[in-house]
């Protein structure tokens, strides 16, 4: 099966029963092999009988029985949260977060728990089929550490709050160090971006956002923030600033390519056409929206209307999973039974948004997100021999409506193998389970 002849050359060759490219002229491909080369697919073509026909094969992985995607793109999040996993259920959002979990941020996070936190969190993600995500939180520099240890691609926002926050104990500061956290990881790693994240429109001054942006594009970064996520948060913003979210950010010359906007739950036409002509890109996050209560996006008509839309899980304290495939599955009918149309957001759609459209919104639609040749090699590998997935008439049906995290076998992300059989190759996977669930002993609800 191996054979190293050239050992700078990192060949693998994928043996495809089916593969869902994401590439709207080709999307459905069969009996192919994926030809990787240092990180890249080189080729595409019809399966050759044997591995020996490929001299300079490192790893070859049969998926003749499996459905290979793209690896999914998470892109909201706030991974280091698996800390708080199941610690404040069933609240709404203004309780959850100021009662519950900025207090138990301000007492729990470190350096040393971020990092832990956020390990397990990228292994939860890679192991249900997640390759890229973007992230928002504190010590960030420890979540660049422990995605850079898992293998995982992201783009990781320092968060900017004008509160005292875990590792910014002067507010007036948060933007200084937050630009020290940019210059300190811009070229740590090729799958790893930094970026800032503001927290909200309410949490943050003009001044804070204003200077964050200028921050953000001084480094050609992008700039993330929680935007239009409740009333409570309209209500508010209306009444000190006399306009809603949206209007308010782009008075403020905050709307453009250069934001992701997370969540942008209630907008109405005049504030989507805003967001459209503007380029704002934006996250759909419905599981977070729903356990929150804090009300239902409408991604359909913002697709529909030519705006950037990903998906993304939010923390996993608000959620309280990162699996990406059963947010999908939520998506798809969350959109169906709020518009009493079960063709909105359909199977394909919704696809798009956790592949090629997540990239997108992360602006690294021309290197991933989708398979083909010339791509960096981001893959996943669906187990078919799942009672739950068979009869498989449609490829992106069974992706969408009946696969989830645990039916993921195989994961490459950037040309390397991740995770096999369900076995993560180098990393140990109890040792960030053990940490946390050290930490977790000393929280208390
Ligand atoms: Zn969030």
Redesign the pocket.
Known sequence: MMSRKNPKTHEIVLRCGTIVTMNQERPVLKNMDIHVQEGIIISIQPSRSCPAQYPDLVEFIDAEEALVIPGLVNA???VAMTLFRGLADDLPLRQWLFEKIFPAEAEHLSPETVYWGALLGCIEMIASGTTCFSD?YFFQGQTMLAAHKAGIRALIGQGVIDFPAPGVSDPKKNLEIGEQFIEKWLNFSDLLTPSLFCHSPVTCSEDTLTGALDICRSHRVPLQI?LSETQDEISTIVQQKGRRPVEYLDQLGLLSEDLIA??VVHLDEREMAILRDRGVKVVH?PE?NMKLASGVSRPAEMIRMGIPVGI?T??PA?NNDLDLLMEMDTAAKLSKVYTGDPTSLKAWAVLRMATIGGAAVLGLAEQIGSIEEGKRADMVVLDLQQPHLQPMYDPVSTVVYSASGGDVRDVIIDGKVIMKNREFVSLDTQEAAWHVRRIAENIHP
Do not use: I, L, M, P
Request: aromatic residues 0%; glycine residues 24%; without cysteine.
């Open positions: 909201h999040t706030h928002g929680h997370a969540h996050v977070s993304g939010d923390g608000s």
